[in-house]
């Protein structure tokens, strides 16, 4: 199909296009860093126009060819070459890498359409004020005076979450602007969305012009995913928010309800899709994106985008912006990717972004079906519902149409149910084929009047929930056994499905979301990540009301709030969360919040466990890195691994590719350099401990003046780890002390097999615990 497609269009444009740009893709031409400080703008862009012209027939050519010229921070451009001039490019002296643009970057929600939902009740969406504790909020002024960025697929912005009530004027030093397209104009900017932008030419140079039923041509959000992000990030207090029928009022709030946020649409609706199947982003849209935010002023730029699978830094768009961002102690906080549980899906792994996990928060959702001999079987459920008695209880496979398929019996597909079978009842339906809404749907359409879904064997008791159109619950697999057995035990089952109620102090919590994407880092095995984990199932915050709740194209329901799931939502958690210590602490370095954070993590649930994964076994530190954060103790870590954007250069010497190993003229790589493991990271990986390893690091004290701080270690069996010293005696604030790490394999523990081993070693004054988690990997 694909093939004769092309065919086509091949037949009917050679002859127009003809030598010039047949082949011509985008791709992405890097210098890294700007030569010799600023140059004016409009110098840099003629030396990018210099460089394709050279490669080009004409200036013409080359102007009408360029799409960005990235010259803020970023050196760089983005054009539509043919690969014999990309290849010619990348041949020339100052040219660091040329890479294709693509859109393999998404958002990072997966099942997206899965995850939906109405409102949540009082009292837990009230809870997400707390994300530091209401006297860390307060003594931050909630995040006032800071600036978050987020490139995402827009805003909403007149939900009741940007509102700029009572807040202060935008910043004089602030830069940005308000970008006015389709339904989006510069009054839609106010104190609180104080810049709005969108990077299209990435993506029109792929997919043509924006269909406007699709997506705006704008910073507004067709979507809902980059109104979720920037709610929780920055969202003001919203109290009595209201859900699709009534279901629920609360307040709802981002993490730093007072800073201020700047748009970057990046991300846009791929065309003839469901919206359901998510957006994409162009990379060379990203980076014109990141190129702005830093040249705007923000203070951190939230990024709940990521590709598939990990890439290389020298094609890592993110990576690089987020590395020209650190420069300017901008802080890029990133989520790690929701192709979990598998090991090594981790995305975003550069040590100078924070790579952000998802797990969950401590309420839930349920509903119970109530049978009438007296059983009552529970399960997740955010569907509203005001059944009052009961209803006849029928098994789908009992009362499908002929022709169903014997293996698809009983999963309610569009059109399997008989309406003169299910009128008036109650249908158990099995997961398996289709999407879990749609056998919903097919109950109602059937004329059934309530749904319970159990899950298929395979599925077990990991529960996945929904906002159904009709009242439902659902049931684990042995539940569902359960609720079988009774139907065939009686002439007339009958059941009644009782009203949603959330539980709030559920436990445990947190556990790890399944989709949560694993280390090890591939990338660098060196550098352990993700860095944190931060809640990421089943949010509530604003939504866009160009979209429905499911995404499906049969949900037409709109919604100012909405509960989503992905490390997307856990990302902006910690945004808000950085921009709170921001306030505080103005000077402190990216490698500094990054360190206060990943060394006060909580590595317990609420019941005083280790944290586990959704199948309730221990979590380490490839799924939640240090552990959960915990921004109220991140304010005073006591100790800070501190790093600069040179050593950040330093890092990449060693795990870049030739190519970045020069970035710029300014900065020279040893011959050497050192390995990677030597960057001065509040964690460290070892991918192959065959003998003993010594590695530096150093520590800054931001405690008490005058401290003691002893070590001590609890490695991975089979592993010892030592520290020269092992004490620490501080007689100032702002003393660094560096100690040396060695690691060693034990021979008189017998290596049962070779694998990845996590452990931790701290540093404790007996008031401070700074600690940091480990990865050793023993052949
Ligand atoms: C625009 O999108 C709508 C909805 O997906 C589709 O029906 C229509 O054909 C699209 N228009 C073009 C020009 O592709
Ligand atoms: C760490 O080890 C290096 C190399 O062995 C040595 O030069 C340095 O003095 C040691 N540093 C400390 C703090 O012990």
Redesign the pocket.
């Known amino acids: 199909m694909k093939n004769t497609l092309s065919c086509f269009f091949l037949l009917s444009l050679v002859v127009p296009l003809l030598a010039s740009s047949v082949d011509n893709k985008v791709y992405i031409v890097y210098f890294g860093q700007h030569v010799n400080g600023e140059k004016a703008l409009h110098e840099i862009e003629k030396f990018h126009l210099s460089y394709l012209h050279s490669v080009k027939e004409s200036e013409e050519d080359a102007k009408s060819s360029l799409l960005y010229s990235y010259k803020h921070s970023i050196n760089g451009f983005a054009a539509k070459l043919t690969s014999d001039e990309a290849s010619k490019l990348s041949e020339m002296k100052e040219v660091l890498s040329v890479f294709p643009s693509h859109g393999k970057y998404s958002v990072h929600t997966t099942r997206s359409w899965e995850f939906v939902g109405l409102d949540e009740e009082d009292g837990h969406s009230s809870r997400k004020l707390k994300i530091g504790g209401e006297k860390l909020a307060s003594r931050a002024k909630y995040g006032k005076d800071v600036i978050i960025g987020v490139m995402d697929s827009g805003v909403w912005p007149e939900s009741p979450s940007f509102s700029d009530q009572g807040m202060d004027p935008v910043p004089k030093s602030w830069r940005g602007i308000c970008q006015e397209g389709v339904a989006f104009n510069s009054f839609k900017c106010n104190r609180k969305i104080i810049g709005a932008r969108y990077y299209v030419k990435g993506f029109e140079a792929e997919y043509g012009t924006v269909n406007a039923t699709e997506d705006f041509l704008s910073p507004r959000d067709a979507d809902g995913h980059g109104t979720h992000t920037a709610s929780t990030a920055a969202g003001r207090q919203v109290s009595d928010v209201a859900a699709l029928g009534g279901f629920a009022k609360g307040t709802a709030s981002g993490g730093a309800p007072l800073a201020r946020l700047s748009i970057y649409k990046a991300c846009w609706a791929i065309p003839n899709q469901p919206k359901a199947d998510g957006n994409t982003c162009f990379n060379s849209d990203m980076l014109a994106a990141l190129d702005d935010a830093i040249a705007d002023g923000v203070d951190i730029i939230s990024v709940s985008i990521g590709t598939d699978e990990p890439v290389p830094f020298e094609n890592d768009a993110i990576g690089l912006g987020a590395l020209e961002a650190s420069k300017r102690n901008i802080l890029v906080v990133c989520s790690a990717g929701n192709n979990g549980p598998d090991p090594g899906t981790l995305t975003n792994p550069a040590p100078w972004i924070i790579t952000v996990g998802a797990s969950s928060v401590d309420r839930a959702f349920y509903a119970s079906v109530k049978l009438r001999n007296g059983l009552s079987l529970q399960g997740p459920s955010i569907t509203p519902n005001k059944l009052k008695k009961m209803y006849p209880l029928v098994y789908a496979g009992d009362v499908v149409v002929p022709g169903v398929a014997r293996n698809l019996i009983g999963q309610c597909l569009p059109g399997s149910l008989d309406p003169t079978k299910v009128k008036g009842k109650i249908v158990v339906c099995i997961t398996g084929a289709g999407l879990r809404v749609g056998k919903g749907l097919e109950v109602k359409r059937a004329g059934g009047v309530g749904f319970v879904l159990a899950n298929s064997e395979s599925d077990g008791d990991d529960i996945e929930y929904d906002a159904h159109f009709l009242p439902a619950t659902t049931l684990s697999y042995d539940d569902g056994i359960t609720i079988l057995e009774y139907i065939y035990s009686t002439k007339n089952p009958m059941a009644k499905i009782s009203p949603g109620k959330t539980k709030l102090n559920y436990k445990p919590a947190p556990f790890m979301a399944e989709f949560t994407s694993r280390g090890p880092n591939v990338v660098d095995p060196y550098i352990l990540k993700p860095d944190i984990t931060a809640p990421g199932l089943y949010i509530l915050a604003a939504w866009s009301e160009a979209s429905s709740p499911t995404k499906l194209p049969f949900d037409h329901r709109s919604v100012k709030y909405n509960l989503y799931s992905g490390t997307s939502m856990a990302c902006p958690h910690v945004s808000g969360a950085a921009a709170l210590l921001k306030a505080i602490h103005p000077r402190w370095s990216v490698a500094a919040i990054k360190s206060a954070l990943m060394t006060t993590t909580v590595i317990t649930n609420n019941l005083g466990n280790p944290i586990t994964d959704s199948y309730g076994n221990d979590a380490n530190p490839f799924q939640y890195g240090s552990g959960h954060f915990n921004p109220t103790k991140a304010v005073d870590p006591g100790l800070i691994y501190d790093a600069t954007y040179n050593d950040y250069l330093l890092y990449l010497c060693a795990a870049g590719p030739d190519a970045l190993i020069e970035l710029g003229s300014t900065f020279k790589c040893p011959v050497n350099p050192p390995s990677t493991l030597t960057l001065n990271y509040p964690s460290f990986a070892i991918p192959n401990l065959v003998t003993t390893v010594?590695f530096?690091r150093t520590v800054t004290n931001i405690g008490r003046p005058k401290s003691t701080y002893l070590f001590s270690a609890e490695p991975p069996l089979g592993v010892d780890v030592k520290a020269?010293?092992n004490i620490l005696q501080f007689k100032r604030i702002g003393e660094k002390l560096?100690?040396?790490i060695t690691v060693s394999p034990r021979y008189d523990v017998a290596g049962e097999n070779s694998d990845y081993g996590f452990g931790w070693y701290s540093w404790d004054d007996g008031f401070y615990h700074v600690r940091s988690p480990m990865a050793v990997y023993l052949p």
């Open positions: 010594t530096t020269t010293p560096s100690f040396n």
